[in-house]
């Protein structure tokens, strides 16, 4: 069964860091290309960032750019967000997403999908 599980969210500092995390089960991170989504209120979902098969292939959202940084783990089967100097505006509910193609700007073409992390940062 796959199942992508999130965590690390939560309530941070403006210019501080939080670090979101989604472990999958049931497939191989390194079999798909990786995607951050942000859903803020009253606004689509939005593209951060993206990793692809290999680990390469990295694109940041010029709001992320230079603060973000994505990863994954493919021992512990785990996708990250690592986001420092963090700004209230990057509030929001943060989502992994998954998807066997390299098209990672539009929600629609991701695969499967994380439950989502609320992020908080207050100023």
């Known amino acids: 069964q796959v199942q992508l599980v999130e965590a690390g969210g939560g309530l941070g500092q403006a210019g501080g860091p939080l670090r979101p995390s989604c472990a999958a089960s049931?497939?191989?991170?390194?079999?798909?290309?990786w995607g951050w989504l942000r859903q803020s209120r009253g606004k689509e979902c939005e593209f951060v960032a993206v990793i692809g098969w290999s680990g390469g292939a990295i694109l940041y959202a010029a709001s992320a750019k230079g603060r973000f940084t994505v990863s994954k783990d493919n021992a512990k089967n785990t996708v990250f967000l690592q986001m420092n100097s963090l700004k209230p505006e990057d509030s929001g509910v943060y989502y992994c997403?998954?998807?066997?193609?390299?098209?990672?700007?539009?929600?629609?073409?991701?695969?499967?999908w994380g439950q989502g992390t609320q992020v908080t940062v207050s100023s």
């Open positions: 997403a998954a998807n066997t193609t390299y098209t990672y700007h539009y929600a629609e073409s991701y695969d499967y």
């Open positions: 049931g497939f191989k991170v390194s079999k798909y290309v």
